[in-house]
């Protein structure tokens, strides 16, 4: 009769816990197929003035919800890496919490514009409600599998500061003296297309999105569930997707322009997401095991 390694029965909850976060993530990666501030602002990602004047509607509650759902993920990620044995029932409380209050912000009476004199579309909360949901019964599922104490992971603090270089537009854009596109909008009008279909246009979504910064959160919770050359590959993947982001801009305006908008183009560089960048890849040198502990020996 076989017995199954202890790698093999850690398995599935590694990736019941990678998964929750996920799940967590589902409302921040919905955004990106639809408008946001980036189609609404042109160049935003840059600290440009809109050429002309949008239909959009802010208030303080939703930029509040919206930096919950943004910080949801890492929430859960940062307990995977710091608190594993209580990542259930912090993290399904910290799920809740969010879901909770999008409710309660959809209840609330919305704005009319002059222009139009009625209330823009607003999005309905039944995809935040599925994801948020899957998220719970996957913590639930997964702490039927508890994992041993990881340890001590002395990238946390380059996990956290990467997020933060990352999150640099959303919270810009959260300024009150920023742009009138702020993060946080939740109606607009809707532009001809979203700029995943334009050429060197892509990484300003997602930046504006908060996308790369949910990105860096499921690397790092996957850092906290992983251990060896898995971790490191993860790693190495969104910092190379990072530093791709930053320089996509630099990188299209020479393409198009040539040489001599060099100058032009050293502009469009989002130097905060190549800080990211080196952070994430920093934590691959700060997590290295021993070379003996990058494989874990096969039982005998």
């Not at 997964?142 to 990238?155: F, M």
């Not at 537009?169 to 939740?186: A, D, I, K, M, Q």
């Not at 898995?230 to 190495?236: G, I």
């Amino acid at each position: 009769m076989t017995q199954s390694s202890p790698a093999e029965t850690r398995l599935p909850a590694k990736a019941l816990r990678i998964g929750a976060v996920l799940a967590a993530s589902g409302p921040v990666i919905l955004k990106t197929s639809r408008v946001s501030a980036a189609e609404l602002n042109i160049g935003i990602c840059w600290g440009a003035d809109p050429v002309a004047p949008v239909l959009m509607t802010t208030s303080p509650w939703w930029q509040l919800l919206s930096w919950g759902e943004l910080l949801l993920p890492v929430v859960l990620a940062g307990l995977l890496l710091c608190a594993p044995r209580r990542t259930t029932l912090l993290g399904s409380a910290a799920v809740c919490a969010v879901l909770g209050f999008r409710l309660f912000v959809i209840s609330l009476p919305f704005d009319t514009r002059p222009l139009i004199d009625r209330p823009l579309p607003v999005d309905e909360p039944w995809l935040s409600i599925v994801c948020y949901t899957v998220a719970i019964v996957t913590l639930l599922v997964a702490a039927r599998s508890p994992l041993p104490p990881p340890p001590v992971r002395k990238g946390i603090v380059l996990w956290a500061a990467a997020i933060m270089a990352a999150a640099w537009t959303v919270g810009r854009l959260s300024l009150p003296t920023g742009e009138s596109t702020s993060f946080g909008w939740f109606a607009s009008t809707p532009p001809t297309e979203l700029l995943w279909k334009r050429p060197g246009a892509w990484a300003c979504k997602a930046d504006v999105d908060g996308v790369l910064i949910v990105l860096i959160a499921l690397a790092a919770a996957a850092g906290g569930v992983m251990a060896g050359r898995t971790q490191h590959r993860v790693a190495w993947g969104i910092g190379a997707l990072l530093i791709l982001a930053a320089v996509e801009g630099f990188v299209t305006v020479l393409v198009v322009g040539g040489g001599e908008y060099l100058a032009y183009a050293t502009k469009m560089i989002r130097w905060h997401l190549l800080v990211a960048a080196a952070l994430v890849i920093a934590t691959t040198f700060r997590d290295r095991p021993p070379a003996t502990e990058l494989d874990e020996p096969h039982p005998l």
